[in-house]
Each structure stands twice: as C-alpha cells, then as structure tokens.
C-alpha cells in the first residue's frame, strides 16, 4: 500500500486512486492583475490542456459579461475530451447562463466562513445549506455535472463545513471542495479538513500561494484523500498564485509514482501560457523555469557530463525540456570543451586552457557568455579567420498609424540583397524582411528571445538574445542597441551567419 510522505499512518493509501486535475488558468488564472485573453486564445490553451490529458477544464465565469460567455462557447465547441465548466455563484441565474455557454458542467461556489455567510451575502449557516441543496439540485435537473465549493472553507467551522458539504453530496453533488481561498491555511489545517471531508464524497483541492505553501497544502489534501486537484499553468492566478499545476504533477510523479497528466506537455504548456498572457516565466522557476535544467558551474557540468542525474531530480525529457549547459565566470575545462564539441570544433590542452581563461574573464564582467562569444574566442586563440556569409549593412523600420514595415541591406555570400517586409510592429516587419532576403535558408527556428534594457532612461540601451536552431544545430547570440530593432535583427543575423557557416551548399535567394 502507498501513502503520501512516507506511509505517514494518518494519511490514505494511493493504490487504486486516480488523481487529476483541474485547470483554471482561463478563469482563476486570468483573474491576475492585467490579463486578459481573446477568445482564440483561450482555445489554444484548452487544447493544449486537453492534449495533456487535464481531466477538467474551468473555461471561465459565465456571469461575468456577454464577451465571457463568447469565449466559454468558444471552449465548448471544441470536443474536448476534458470537462468543461462554468465557474457559478451561489444563484440560480448563473447556473443557466453557464447552460447557455453549452458547458458540461459548473464549479457552483458558495459561501462556508462565517465571514462570507454574515458579512458577505448576510445570511445564515441554515440558509445557506438549504439554497445550496436547491441550487445543486437545480443544476443536477438540467443535466449539469456539479462541483460545490464552500469559499474560505480554510476559514471556515469544520463542523458546519462538513454539514455543508455533506448536504451538498446528498442533494446530488458530483464532489466538494473547500477552497483555501486566501492561501491562509497551514498543511496540519488543510489535513484536518480533507481527512474529514473525503470520507463524505469524492474532493477536489484549490489552493493558493499566499504563504507559499500552495504545493504542500495541495499535496497534503491528496494526502488527506482529495483526488482532484484545482491549478493553473505557471501557478498564476490572484495576489501570489493558485498552485502550479507542473510542480504538483511532477512531485507526484517523480516523488510517488502517481500519474495525473502527460508531463512532456508541461514545458509547451508553460510557454504558452506565459505568451499569450504576457506574464514572463522566472528563470528559476521549478519545472519550466529556464534555469530548471541549465548548468554553468565547472563542478556541476563536469559531474552532469560524466552522469547526467549526477545535479538533477529527475531527467529534462519528463517534462519536455532538453539539458542546457552555459557559460559564465564558473566555467570550468570540462563545460567549455564540450560547448565546442557541440560546434565541432576540437581544442588542443593548451588553448583550452587560453579559452576557458578568456570566457571566465568575460563572465567576470557580468556578461552570458553566448555561443557566438564561445566561437569567436575560440576563433581567436586557434588564429582561425572566419568569413562571414550573411552580414546586415543597412535597417530601415517604420511603424505608426499604418502597418509597420521595414528595409533592410545584407551582404549575402558577398552578393548585396535588399528586401522589405510587414508585421504587428517593426521588430516582426525587419525580421520578415530578413527572412525574404534569405529566403529558404532563413527556415531556422526561433526558440527563445529575450530583452533585457542595461541601462536606465529614456535613452536605454537593451540586450537581446536569441536561440535559433537548423537542423541539429543551435546557437544563442546577443547583440546590444539603444534601438530594439536594430539589437534584435543582428542578433537574428548573427544567429543565421552562425548556423549557415559550416552549410555546403549557398544561400539562394527565393524567386
């Protein structure tokens, strides 16, 4: 028999129980402070979760407008294999706009905390377990499947939250939940009230990050015998979070063995989320976080080389991600020879060690070290002279009221090309010019771009830095400018000049 945290003997067994969960990003998660996502959107999340095999999908609340229910629809015309529903207040009106969203089913929320009963919706404990027993049987006669959730149930007498919740089950509930709404509960709290619940009907956990403790509690629940467990992409959600669905998948997972959604679908789906609402990813973030599986220090890559769980929990591939070893001021012989390596370029002991001398200097200065850096010292030290084939001699950009378009110049295997280009603002219309002059060549893909400004005002100057791959092979390069457009298409250049360099055949243009 298995048991959460070490066969703890208060804890239920995990055998034969099948934990899922449920994803709130486009509702709870949406509720962030400036996030606000299109009802396209929101499909594209919904059937990447639902190709992730999340059990239930909490499309958003159809009470809140007109412009809700359309994205609601949206999801539920779909097919999804997940559940979708409706988040509902405790009123019967909601319950039939979330009906006329085509959901399946309905995250009915009322109040449990004497906070919410008295001062909230000025009620009593008794009025409140008759009007949830009408609204679930309400609900229940139009085909819904419901879940209730007694709000600040973390708050809440846990003798009359269990009488809530047991009326709920009676009146036809398909399961309950009591929400650590304002992420105030300890793990011993959120235990006490999921080991008595779960012994009413099937629960479901929603916990948020205030105290930081959003994974342990939500674990603890499990624990406790919750077997679904409520969370959003990336932990986003109000104030500091709901739970983050990837770090509780994969702690069940990697931790006891449990399976609750396909984790090679977490890293895509973290970088989803976090581009459309335009909330950017901590590099130390568990599970999706660039940092995650990226090794600098010279102990580390040496050790990661010789033994790849040698410095990590589990490997990259669970969860969609690829190890990355980088260089800074902790690089050591081992991490440089086999950045190189990966570039094919074989070093001799004593320019290793010239190598390795110049990189730990530049990290020195602050400074990632990119690949194109790594090249060119190595260029350098070996006396080698490299002829670039794609330079950029001159960038026009313009954007406005109209459409943004840009020129740009490139010397092209020593042939000058001039082609023009449009996109949603100047960095995507330069970028589009590069790629027409290229033509096929241009086919690299772009895996990652950042920009960080280095220096404050008005007239600051960013970094960007971008990884492009072609074919097996990837390159990062950074470039700096006082104009984004300017630092992002050389960087682009640059990265496309490292990539065709070793390429036999010439870069055509397409006619």
């Given at each position: 028999m298995r048991t959460l945290f070490g066969d703890h003997p208060a804890t239920a067994p995990l055998d034969g129980r099948d934990v899922q969960f449920l994803d709130t990003t486009l509702r709870d998660g949406e509720q962030a402070p400036g996030i606000s996502l299109t009802p396209d959107e929101k499909a594209e999340i919904a059937l990447a979760l639902d190709e992730a095999d999340v059990a239930i999908v909490e499309a958003g609340s159809a009470c809140t407008g007109a412009g809700e229910r359309e994205t609601i629809a949206r999801v539920t015309e779909l097919g999804l294999d997940a559940r979708v529903t409706s988040f509902a207040r405790g009123v019967k009106d909601d319950i039939d706009l979330a009906l006329d969203c085509g959901v399946d089913g309905v995250n009915l929320v009322v109040p449990a905390s004497d906070r919410h009963v008295e001062e909230k919706v000025d009620s009593t404990r008794g009025a409140v377990i008759e009007e949830t027993v009408e609204l679930v049987e309400y609900a229940k006669e139009h085909g819904l499947w419901?879940?209730?959730?007694?709000?600040?149930?973390?708050r809440a007498d846990l003798g009359f939250l269990s009488e809530l919740m047991d009326a709920s089950i009676e009146a036809g509930a398909d399961r309950i939940c009591a929400p650590d709404t304002v992420g105030h509960a300890t793990p011993d709290r959120m235990f006490e009230i999921y080991a008595e619940l779960s012994e009413l009907g099937p629960t479901s956990m929603h916990t948020h990050d205030d105290l930081g403790l959003a994974v342990m509690n939500a674990l603890v629940g499990v624990a406790a015998g919750a077997d679904l467990v409520h969370g959003t992409i990336n932990g986003i959600g109000e104030r500091a979070g709901n739970v983050a669905i990837e770090?509780?998948?994969?702690?069940?997972?990697?931790?006891?063995g449990v399976e609750t959604?396909?984790?090679?679908?977490?890293?895509?789906?973290?970088?989803?989320?976090?581009?459309?609402?335009?909330?950017p990813l901590a590099p130390n973030k568990a599970v999706v976080?660039?940092?995650?599986?990226?090794?600098?220090?010279g102990i580390h890559t040496d050790g990661t080389l010789k033994d790849d769980a040698m410095y990590e929990p589990y490997p990259p591939e669970k969860v969609g991600r690829t190890r990355r070893l980088v260089l800074g001021k902790h690089a050591g012989r081992a991490g440089v020879e086999a950045a190189l390596a990966e570039h094919g370029i074989d070093v001799s002991g004593e320019d290793l060690g010239e190598i390795v001398g110049r990189v730990k200097r530049l990290g020195d200065r602050g400074k990632r070290v990119t690949d194109a850096d790594l090249l060119t010292i190595a260029e350098e030290v070996q006396g080698h002279e490299r002829e670039r084939r794609v330079e950029l001699l001159d960038l026009t950009a313009a954007s406005g009221s109209g459409t943004p378009t840009a020129s740009v110049r490139l010397e092209v295997d020593g042939e000058e090309r001039v082609a023009s280009g449009t996109g949603s603002g100047p960095v995507d219309a330069a970028i589009a010019a590069v790629k027409s002059a290229l033509g096929s060549a241009s086919s690299a893909q772009l895996e990652s771009y950042h920009v960080d400004a280095i220096t404050g005002g008005t007239d600051a100057v960013v970094t960007v830095e971008v990884e492009m791959s072609r074919g097996d092979r990837t390159v990062t390069v950074a470039a700096s400018d006082s104009d984004i457009t300017t630092a992002s298409v050389r960087a682009m250049v640059d990265s496309l000049d490292r990539l065709l360099a070793d390429a036999d055949t010439p870069v055509l243009a397409d006619d």
């Open positions: 419901v879940e209730v959730l007694g709000e600040d149930g973390s770090e509780v998948a994969i702690a069940l997972d990697h931790g006891y959604v396909d984790t090679e679908m977490l890293y895509d789906l973290g970088q989803l989320v976090a581009s459309k609402t335009g909330v976080g660039e940092n995650a599986f990226t090794h600098e220090s």
